[in-house]
Each structure stands twice: as C-alpha cells, then as structure tokens.
C-alpha cells in the first residue's frame, strides 16, 4: 500500500535518511542514487516493507531509489541511528 512520508532528516556521509510517514511512524532509509534529496521533501511509496523500493516526489516528477532498513521507528530512534 502507498504511503505518503515527508525526509526529517539526512546524514549527506552516509546517504541516510529518516522519513516521518502519515501515520506519524517514522523509517529509516538509505538512498541508493546519487539525485539530491533535502529535509522537508514529500515522497509516496510503500513504506511498511523493508529492502529496496522506489520512492516518489509528485511536485518534482522524480523517482528515488532507496533501501528500507528499518520502519515503524519513533523520532528518537532514527536520530540516533543518523548521529
């Protein structure tokens, strides 16, 4: 099922990131592709499942690669896997 989820936070060394889904639950990804995401961008995919999915951002027409490590996580978790 798509969901929709909005980045929270990105470590740039490692190409992690922690996304806030509309359930109020949060994943931890990390991005496969080299195209630039920034705090504050609304991705959909499947975010209940984890390995690798395709993330998409509908205002930009773009579509990113990424592996699921983790979802259903609370805020504190993913910062403290991205320190």
């Known amino acids: 099922m798509s969901q929709n989820g909005t980045i929270v936070l990105i470590d740039a060394r490692t190409g992690r990131l922690g996304l806030q889904v509309a359930d109020g639950s949060y994943l931890l990804a990390e991005q496969l592709d080299v195209q630039p995401l920034r705090v504050g961008v609304s991705l959909s995919g499947q975010m209940e499942a984890l390995g690798i999915e ?29 320190r």
């Open 54 to 82: 395709t993330l998409t951002d509908a205002h930009a027409h773009a579509a990113y690669s990424v592996f699921i490590l983790a979802y259903g996580l609370s805020l504190e978790a993913v910062e403290q896997e991205l």
